[in-house]
């Protein structure tokens, strides 16, 4: 460019009146502006389709100046923008009830607490148990999944003593004990008890085929029911979620260094449910916003800052309950071989077996099915296909499944006389 034509292009330049800069928030994102669009009033369309096609490209964004003062653009504040919400979730939206079984001993009066959606007609009954320092609600978005794969299926689940809303009254000769019971003993006559409560709350002739499910403790809970036969056949058959003695009694070893980093507390369940997030102790947001807070109970006589609310504590103490765990495991895999009706082992690795099941394994003494993508909590990390494999280990061990072969002799043409 000559000397000359830079000179003219100033000379235009300064004759040009001044506009002040734009925002830098003006151009944000599109969803931002559909939402404000919808907002803006609507033409009402008359009988002259020229109107009608004004109204409607007046209305378009193309005609639109955007305005600094309205924002139309702007971009949600806060970091976040996206994240899913973390509020915690109803048990309503899992289970059809909740009860409160008040079972009376002669040391103890127990409020047991369950949740459960009844089966239909015939169908079976999935009594679930949680793990130590879990609830119920553990199985929450199971149950949910189960239903949908066995529509004419019920689930029952309960809190365990020590845990969730089930609360444990002692006698007065019993009452200076500190440690609350929860041997392996008291709590497989709890889960018994809890059965047949409920049968006569739900006002059953006869108690429907049972399916156990127990995760952890649970499934040591389970087991040793199946293999004492308290219930007889309508047990059609266990499952066992994630535990097995060898690697379960090794693991206890550095149970009391696990709890140890563990936060005391939360400001929120929010917060609870983040956290067991982002340490993937559960790795699912459903199951963990329905499930995480029952775990936690609200400390009210903490002392916190005026301002602050009160801090959610752990419901249960998991380090006192450190004399019962030897007792919990023992002898797990040799009842799992050798309890009535159908096995199934889920696991989180094939690492976790121990000699006796492997044995079992390859003498067909059970089913396994293995989880590698889930953690610890297989239930609800993998919820649906926990339910789906449930349901198939349900249909193979109904009764009405099993066809007895023919008898030999109808197997040979008849002589004819």
Not at 19 to 38: I, S, V
Not at 199 to 221: C, I, R
Not at 228 to 235: A, H, I, N, P
Not at 272 to 284: A, K, M
Request: hydrophobic letters at 40%; one cysteine or more.
């Amino acid at each position: 460019m000559s000397h000359l034509q830079r000179s003219f292009a100033k000379a235009k330049l300064a004759g040009l009146p001044f506009e002040p800069p734009l925002p830098p928030n003006m151009f944000l994102e599109e969803d931002e502006a559909e939402d404000q669009l919808k907002s803006l009033p609507e033409s009402t369309a008359d009988d002259d389709s020229s109107s009608a096609s004004s109204a409607s490209s007046a209305s378009s964004t193309g005609t639109i100046k955007p305005s600094p003062s309205k924002h139309l653009f702007a971009r949600p504040k806060g970091s976040s923008a996206g994240r899913r919400p973390l509020d915690p979730l109803l048990w309503s939206d899992f289970f059809k009830q909740e009860f409160y079984l008040e079972n009376l001993r002669p040391t103890e009066i127990v409020t047991h607490h369950i949740y459960i959606t009844p089966p239909s007609a015939k169908g079976p009954l999935f009594v679930t148990h949680h793990g130590a320092g879990s609830t119920g609600l553990s199985f929450a978005l199971f149950a949910s999944e189960l239903c949908k794969a066995l529509p004419h299926a019920g689930v029952l689940s309960l809190d365990a003593r020590g845990h969730g809303e089930t609360s444990v009254k002692l006698s007065e000769a019993s009452a200076n004990d500190d440690v609350l019971d929860l041997s392996l003993s008291t709590l497989s006559l709890d889960l018994v008890d809890v059965i047949l409560l409920t049968q006569k709350k739900m006002a059953w002739s006869e108690l429907p085929d049972l399916v156990f499910v127990g995760h952890s403790l649970g499934g040591a809970v389970t087991t040793d029911v199946a293999v004492s036969g308290k219930l007889g056949r309508v047990v059609l058959g266990y499952a066992v979620l994630d535990v097995v003695e060898g690697s379960a009694i090794d693991a206890l070893q550095s149970m009391q260094s696990y709890l140890s980093t563990r936060p005391r507390s939360f400001p929120s369940l929010a917060s609870g449910i983040e956290w067991h997030l982002r340490s993937r102790t559960i790795r699912n947001t459903t199951s963990a916003r329905v499930s995480v807070p029952s775990l936690l109970r609200q400390d009210l006589h903490s002392s916190s800052p005026l301002n602050d609310p009160s801090p959610w504590t752990w419901h249960t103490d998991l380090a006192a309950t450190q004399p019962f765990w030897q007792g919990w495991f023992a002898g797990l895999s040799e009842k799992f071989l050798n309890a009535r009706g159908g096995k199934l082992l889920l696991l989180a690795g094939t690492d976790r077996l121990d000699k006796d099941l492997m044995i079992g394994q390859m003498q067909g003494k059970y089913q396994l099915q293995v989880f590698p993508e889930a953690g610890h909590f297989i239930h609800e990390d993998q919820a649906e296909k926990t339910a789906m494999v449930l349901a198939d280990f349900y249909r193979r061990n109904h009764r009405s499944a099993l066809v007895l072969p023919p008898k030999v002799g109808a197997l040979f043409p008849k002589k004819i006389r």
